[in-house]
């Protein structure tokens, strides 16, 4: 059965879009078919990212407003066959995206595919609950510092009221994936520390992401960081990100070390 994955934050700039497609990316190369869905109508992004800026010919919204059908708006990967993009579209309003279009869109996806991932716009618009309607599971994504943090707390609470599980009464699985994390800056207190960022949020941790020079580079190149580089520690990271994802029960490490750190807090809190 397919599953649902939002990519989400309440702050822009944390890395949602390099996060939905290495994870994508990183789903699609264990052989399970992916479908990355770009929710910024308007300032899409997951195209770049993904290198298919120039293979768009539909989009979310022609497919909502029954302009294209669904198999025409999907982009596959050239470089992965289980890998594909639905993009947003750049010329549009977000006021486009209907409920039941949406879910429509939903549905069909989930007889083609056995990951949906969700890349959700910022804050808490239209965009963002829309993309996050639907969700199985949701990774919030923060880096390490106040502002981010507090935002991310709010985009919790939307997950627990706004969703359709949450109005089922059904619980949405949470997850966080720490990004941009320097263990240096940390330790002279430039930045908070993972525990106290799980302290604050209190949802299970399922990656740390490095602060990276590998991850702008592959963005820049279109590509996802888990394609372009394999073996940086950014890709590695995201790797076992997704592995967690897929249920797999794997300690989680500060970057640049090779046990699982903390275990008091990840025995606990780790996904």
């Given amino acids: ?105 939903m549905d069909e996806l989930r007889k ?23 969700a199985d599971t949701a990774v919030v994504v923060t880096n390490p510092e106040v502002s981010s943090v507090r935002d991310s707390d709010r985009i919790i609470g939307l997950l627990d009221s706004k969703t359709a599980k949450a109005e089922r009464g059904d619980k949405i699985d949470k997850h966080l994936l720490l990004t941009r994390y320097d263990g240096a800056r940390a330790e002279r207190g430039d930045m908070l520390k993972v525990d106290d960022v799980l302290e604050i949020l209190s949802i299970p941790l399922i990656g740390i992401i490095p602060e990276s020079m590998d991850v702008l580079r592959a963005s820049n190149v279109g590509s996802p960081v888990t394609i372009a580089d394999e073996r940086s520690e950014a890709a590695i990271a995201y790797r076992q990100a997704a592995q967690r994802l897929a249920g797999e029960n794997l300690p989680v490490a500060l970057p640049g070390e090779r046990r699982g750190f903390f275990g008091k807090i990840f025995g606990r809190r780790a996904a």
């Fill in 112 to 134: 083609s595919f056995d990951w949906i991932i969700c890349d959700s716009p910022a804050g808490i618009e239209r965009g963002a609950t829309l993309a996050m309607r639907h």
């Fill in 1 to 105: 059965m397919a599953k649902v994955i939002v990519v989400t934050s309440g702050k822009g700039g944390v890395g949602k879009t390099t996060s939905t497609a290495a994870l994508g990316a990183a789903l699609a190369q264990r052989g399970e078919k992916t479908v990355v869905v770009d929710f910024d109508v308007g300032l899409r992004n997951l195209d770049l990212v993904m290198g298919a800026e120039r293979r768009v010919v539909y989009d979310l919204i022609n497919v909502i407003q029954g302009d294209a059908k669904l198999p025409q708006a999907l982009i596959r990967d050239k470089r992965l066959e289980t890998l594909h993009l639905l993009p947003a579209s750049q010329t549009r309003d977000k006021e486009n995206l209907t409920e039941d279009g949406v879910e429509r869109v």
